[in-house]
Each structure stands twice: as structure tokens, then as C-alpha cells.
């Protein structure tokens, strides 16, 4: 069987096809429903869900042409959401998808105003609109400590006892750009960041089945912070000029403690922290830790680390919103859902840990032979 596996995986590797546009991938013969969750192929995915922060959301996915910022224009583009967006053309994992599951359900759809708040500019706390956000539970602001509250908006959707309980599941967790933001304040820690996206990875996997969940790594952002500032007159700013965003989106990259050097750190550290999660959260350990409540029962879950680095110094300016210099636009989102796409079809070793950035860059198209890769080549 392992000999098999091997081989399988290198006839992939040289006969895999890319291309420009995923409408220009073939149809996926269709086959046999899933043995298991190793067995899962693209189009068995009906369901597509997240947890998350602003990125996730769409704040300011789309740039504005008016010489000035007003408070009006911070919006969630949630329908061009990188992972989850559902608007017609957006660059999306949702749509990537849609080629090959036309009937995907939990895609967002449209956009809706950012809530703000005096203090902290975004407001910090969870507000759900279904009718727009549909499954993308992500919330502005957010951290690792409010992905808990997303978990039990998610697990009244898809979780035991509602209609899409049994449905094979994508579900996206892409959190830790405000942790490290804040994260040069008292008691804010990396072993802290890992615990919660741990617990609530658990009560996820308590709460639903069928699922496939994308662990997605973190970029380095605060490389990214003033790039922006290389191209004059592109970054919009208030008419009074009296606020200054950065201090309220990344509040510890000017703080005395802090630093874009800390930063960085800390978010090669959050990643460690992620990768292990996913290796302490394998199908048979979660089966494990499910056993003293649930009995034999085994759950189709996998939890799957993907590192998502681009080299900073690739990125260009325009890439990110000319709102605030600071959340990636939809050129930012073509990069990040081509290049998360193309890890899912990956093994561990495989899977490529820093790359340039390239919002065109051909997109893998999976066959009839291709699974979601688990990690574990289990069959």
C-alpha cells in the first residue's frame, strides 16, 4: 500500500496540469462517494465555512478613487473574501471550488459596512449578518480568543442535528494577525495563542464531521506595513489627517516594546505553534480524544497545517488596499487563494513554505485521481 501511495504521488507530481483560469480545467470524471476523509476529492466538498479575522471578512478588499478617506468607505467585501467569496469573478477558494461543486453552499455574498467604534476604530465585538456572511464566521478585529464564539456560530449551521451534518466539508481558520498585534502587551503570550486556537479547534471537531480543515499560516505582515508609503499619493488618508490607522490595525509595530521585529517573530512563532496543532489534532488522535464521550464512533475530520508565506520583498504596493495600506485587496486575494489552493494538493514535503508572489500564477487542476492531502496517506 505504501509503495503504491509513493508512486501515486509521483506519477501527480509529473503529470499534474496547470493553468491560467480554473475554467480551463477539465471535468472531474464523477466516482464512488468517499471511503474516509484521505479519500476526499474537490467536488465532494458541498460545504464551505471559516473562521477568522478581518482578511477573511473582506475589510477594504476593494480600492476607493476618491482623493480622500471617509469612514463610510471601510467596508467588508465579504463576496470577495479570499477563501470564502461567492460574488461573480472573485478570487476565491469558494470559487475555485464552484468549477468543479457547482451546488457549494456557505459562500459569502456581497458586502456590508464595517462597524466602528470611537476607541478602537474596528469594533471588537461579534456581529453576525447570515444573509451576507452565510458561513464565513469570521469577525473584524478578531483574535484567537474570540475564534470560541465563530465555532458555536458555525456548529449551529453545519453541526450535529442540522440538515448539513453529513456533508463533506471545507472549513477555513485563518486567525492571528491581531495576536500579534497586540501581542507585545502584558500577558499576552505565545503558549496562549496556541491554547485557544487548540480549544477551539476541539470544540469544532466536537460539534461537526465530514470536514476537511485548512489551517492556514500566517504571513509576514509587518514587512508589509509600509510599502504603501513607496508609491506616493497611493494610500488614501482623512481629510483632517488626524488618524492614523496603523496604531489601532497593528497597535505594537510602533510601540516601545514592540517593534516590526517582534512582530516577526512572533509570527514565526504563531506559525510553530499552528503546525504543531495540526500534528497533535491527526484523524486518529482526534478519534482519541472523542472516545470517552462519543465511544467508538470515528469522525471524518482532518486538520491540515498550510504554510502561506509569500517573500515580502515580491510583494507590490498594489497589492494591498489603498484604503489603509494594510489589509491585501483583491490583487492580494488572487495570490492567496491560488497559492492555498495549490498547497491542499500537497504533502507535507511538498508544500512550500515560502514563495514569490504571483497573482497569476497557474492554478493546479486536480483529476478524478487527486485527493484533498491529509498528510497522513491514509486510505
Known sequence: MLFITVFLCFIQIILSITVKDITDC???????????????????????????????????????????????????YRGQSWVMGGDK????????????????????????????????????????????????AAQSGATSQELEEQVDYLSQRIGFNTPLAKHWKLINVFIGFNDASVSCLPGKSVDGYKANVKNS?????????????????????????????????YKKKF????????????????????????ISE??????????????ELTSSKINDMIKPYL?????????????????????????????????????GYSYLSRALWNQMFLSGDQKIVTDTFDPSRPIFCPTEHDRLETCQNLV
Open 266 to 279: 512572533r509570527v514565526i512563532e504563531y506559525n510553530q505553534a499552528l503546525s504543531e496543532i495540526a500534528q
Open 26 to 76: 477539465p471535468a472531474i470524471a464523477p466516482h464512488a462517494p468517499p471511503r474516509n476523509i484521505h479519500d476526499l476529492r474537490v467536488d465532494d466538498i458541498t460545504v464551505i465555512a471559516a473562521l477568522g479575522d478581518s482578511v477573511t471578512a473582506g475589510m477594504v478588499a476593494r480600492n476607493i478613487d476618491t482623493p480622500y478617506l471617509s469612514n463610510d468607505q471601510f467596508i467588508e
Open 89 to 136: 469573478g472573485a478570487p476565491s477558494i469558494s470559487n475555485l471550488i464552484k468549477h468543479f461543486q457547482p451546488y457549494l453552499h456557505g459562500s459569502s455574498l456581497g458586502a456590508k459596512p464595517a462597524r466602528l467604534c470611537p476607541k478602537t476604530f474596528f469594533c471588537l465585538d461579534s456581529h453576525h449578518d447570515p444573509s451576507i456572511d452565510f458561513l464565513n
Open 201 to 233: 479547534l476541539r470544540k469544532l471537531i466536537e460539534n461537526v464531521d465530514y470536514a476537511f480543515i485548512n489551517l492556514v499560516g500566517i504571513m509576514q505582515y509587518s514587512d508589509l506595513i509600509h510599502l504603501t508609503d513607496q508609491q506616493p499619493g
Open 295 to 331: 465511544g467508538e464512533v470515528k469522525k471524518n475530520i482532518a486538520v491540515v497545517y498550510q504554510p502561506m508565506n509569500p517573500d515580502t520583498s515580491t510583494v507590490p504596493p498594489y497589492a494591498l488596499s489603498n484604503v489603509d495600506g494594510y489589509h491585501p485587496n483583491t490583487v
Open 239 to 262: 481629510v483632517n489627517d488626524t488618524i492614523d490607522l496603523l496604531d489601532f490595525e497593528c497597535y505594537c509595530c510602533r510601540h516601545p516594546h514592540g517593534g516590526t521585529k517582534f
